[in-house]
C-alpha cells in the first residue's frame, strides 16, 4: 500500500491526531503528513503511507496558499488567537485600505522571518512550543523565507482577510506579527486556512474520519514538481538495485523515474547524463 491522502484536516485536530486516524483506518503504521498545520488551523493536509512517507522532502518543497485572518489590536505570545495576550492597543483611526495592502505587499520576496517561539523549531534537542509552554525564554534564529504572493481580501477594522502563497518554512503566523510591526499595530493570525499544496487543492480533500484505501492516489502524482522519465524493465531491474542508468536526454537535477506503466521506480538525481537512484521504490526482483 503506497500513496497519498489529500485531507481537510478540522479545527482542533494536530496533523498527528489526523495521521492516527489514518493508520487506524488503513491498518497500517507507516503514515506521515508533509508539513504539520497548527491545531487551530483547518485546510489541506497530504497524509503519505507506506514507502511514500519518503517523499516528505519533494512534498514539502511545494508551494503553499493559505487563506489568513490577521487580528490588529492584540498580540499574544503564541501570534494566533490560542495565546495569552502579550500587547494590546487601539489606534485612533485604523489605516486605510492602501495602506494595509502596501504593508502586505512588503512581505512579498526573499526575506529573514523569526519563527514564532511556540513552534517545532528545535532548540538543542527539544521543541521551542515545549520550551515555551515551561515558561522558558525562546530565542530562535532567523530563517530565509520565500513569500512569493500576498493578497488582501478584506480590511474591515480590526480583522484583514488576505492570501498567501509560500514556500516551505514560512510561518503565516509570523507574517501577522510582521504585519502589526508594519503598521505599528499589535496583531495576531485569528484564522487560518490551508487552500492548497502545488495543484493540490483543498477542494480535493476528504474529512480524515472518510478515509479508506480507493482514496489514495498514486506516489507518482505526488511528485508534479519534478520532471519524469519512463525507463524500460531492463532499467527498472538496475534501479532496483541501486545502480545508476543512463537517461534518455541530459537534464541536470531531480527526477522521477517511472516504469512503462507510469508507476514510481524511484527519484534520481540527473547529471552528466546518468540519473543516480535517491529514492528507490522498486523492490530487486
Known sequence: MIGGLLIDKPAGWTSHDVVAAVRRALGTRAVGHAGTLDPFATGLLIVLVGKATRLARYVEALRKRYLATVRFGSATDTEDLTGTVIAASTPDAWPAMDAMC???SSLVGSRSQRPPAFSAKHVGGTRSHVLARRGEAVTLRDVT??????????????????????????????????????????????ALRRAAIG????????????????????????????????????AVREISFGRAIPQRENAQGTGALLGEDGRLIATADGRDGIWHPVVVFEAPG
Open 199 to 234: 495543484p493540490f487543492s483543498v477542494e480535493q480533500a476528504i474529512a480524515p474520519t472518510a478515509v479508506n484505501r480507493s482514496h489514495l492516489i498514486p506516489a507518482a502524482a505526488l511528485l508534479p514538481a519534478l520532471p519524469s522519465e519512463r525507463i524500460d524493465a531492463a
Open 145 to 190: 523565507v520565500q513569500v512569493h504572493e500576498v493578497t488582501v481580501e478584506r480590511w474591515s477594522p480590526p480583522d484583514l482577510d488576505m492570501a498567501a502563497v509560500v514556500g516551505r518554512g514560512t510561518y503565516v503566523r509570523a507574517m501577522a506579527r510582521e504585519l502589526g510591526e508594519r503598521c505599528g499595530i499589535p496583531a495576531h493570525c485569528a
Open 102 to 104: 502596501d504593508a502586505a
